[in-house]
Structure formats: C-alpha cells, structure tokens
C-alpha cells in the first residue's frame, strides 16, 4: 500500500474508491443470498476501516487527512447550526421504525463504518491528492464523484428506484460540497464524518411511506439549499487555509 502511495497519491484515492464500491456492492448481494441484511458488509467494512486507521497511525498521516481537531472557533461554523438542521433530514416527515432492533443494529454498524470511509476516502484521500493541482478541480470532483457513487444503488440489488435515487445523488452531491468546504477551511473532517454516520444511521427512521415524488424533490431541493447556502456562508467567513 505504501508503495502506491508513493508512486501516486490519486492512484491510491481512486484504488480505495474502486474497492470499497465493489467490495461494498459484492458483500450486500452475498449478504442477501445468505438472508441477513449487512450479516457479510459488516467484516468487510469494519476490515476497511481498521486496515486504514493501522496504516495512517504508522505513517503519521491522522493530521493531513482531517482526523484531528479544527484550529477554528465553533462560532466562526455558526456554532454548526445548519449543519445541526440538515442532520435531521430524516425525521422531517415523521418517524418510522423499518425494522426489528436486530436488523438496526447491523444496519447501523454499517452506517458508522460508511460515514467514516466516505468522508476519509472522498474528503480525506481524494480531495488531499487532487489538491495540490487545484482547489475548485478538487472541492467539485470530490463532491461530484460522491454523489454520483450513489447511482450504483440502482444497480446492486437494493431496489432503489429512479426518481428517489435520482434526488439521492443530487443531495449527496450538495452535501458533499458541504463536507468539503469544512474540510477543506477547518482542516479537518471529523465534524463530516459525525454528520455522515448520523444521517446515514437515522435513515433507518426515516418515514419513506409520507413521501410522494412531491415531497421527495421538495425535501431533496431543501436539504440542497441548506447544504449549499451554508458551504457559500463558509467560504466568505472561514480563514483561507495557509
């Protein structure tokens, strides 16, 4: 790993995102083949997890891909406020339990894992090798290629529909452009990944039956308003990063 990290930084990005959308996609469908949601993307994500957490601890990389503490006064992030109100996206309609607390448990180990690679693959070691040849390439490909990761959920046997995955990768992207200004001014991602594993993990209640294709675009249009009106406050009120 150390050896395509050397040769090319964006190779070894662009490594992990390919083998954590395959290896993502491959472990849910032989998880429904066995017939337990998440029983086979658990280890596998979890393995992912500790593999990357390992090789940054020993390389000294915690600080240069945002897992660290921001030098930057909460006020100056509006003591997070809108971040706080995008984070509840799922509960704007109401509550729903989808499931037993068996099925919650795995789902939302599941969850905590993807917030925290998401964030450190597309944020951390993506954004942090296109960077150095250019911020606004960096900040709209590693928004533009989050969002559009979520079309495979069309393809992976999930169910997903058109139009609720359409909306799902038009917010992603929003939200991603979010993530990355934060990021990116507060040099850090740890506040991502918390929001990331909260909306993820809280999906599980989300009550999808009170949503008509009406009010998912209106809810996708709203959490897209927020996300980019709030990423466009920071970037006029955070210090530039020296």
Not at 11 to 34: D, H, M, N, P, Q
Not at 63 to 81: H, N, P, S, W
Request: hydrophobic share 50%; aromatic share 12%; glycine share 8%.
């Amino acid at each position: 790993m150390n050896k395509l990290y050397k040769k090319s930084e964006l190779w070894f990005a662009l490594t992990w995102i390919i083998c954590y959308v395959l290896g993502t996609s491959f472990t849910e469908k032989l998880s429904r083949i066995v017939g337990i949601e998440k029983i086979m993307t658990l280890p596998f994500l979890v393995a992912l997890c500790v593999i990357a957490l390992i090789w940054m601890k020993k390389n000294g990389l915690f600080q240069r891909y945002g897992l660290c503490k921001t030098d930057v006064e909460a006020k100056r992030f509006i003591y997070y406020v809108p971040l706080i109100a995008l984070v509840s996206c799922n509960f704007w309609l109401g509550v729903s339990k989808n499931g037993s607390w068996g099925e919650f448990a795995l789902y939302g180990a599941c969850m905590l894992c993807v917030g925290f690679l998401e964030e450190l693959i597309f944020r951390g070691f993506l954004f942090r090798a296109m960077e150095k040849d250019g911020v606004r390439s960096a900040i709209v490909v590693s928004s533009v290629t989050f969002g559009i990761g979520h079309i495979i959920n069309l393809f992976n046997g999930s169910g997903a529909e058109l139009l609720p995955n359409a909306c799902q990768v038009v917010s992603a992207i929003a939200i991603g452009f979010l993530f990355v200004v934060i990021a990116y001014r507060g040099k850090t991602i740890v506040p991502c990944i918390l929001a990331h594993q909260f909306i993820n993990t809280s999906s599980f209640f989300a009550n999808e039956s009170a949503l008509t294709d009406g009010l998912r675009i209106a809810h996708s249009l709203i959490i897209c308003v927020i996300a980019v009106g709030y990423a466009l406050i920071l970037l006029k009120t955070l210090p530039k990063k020296e």
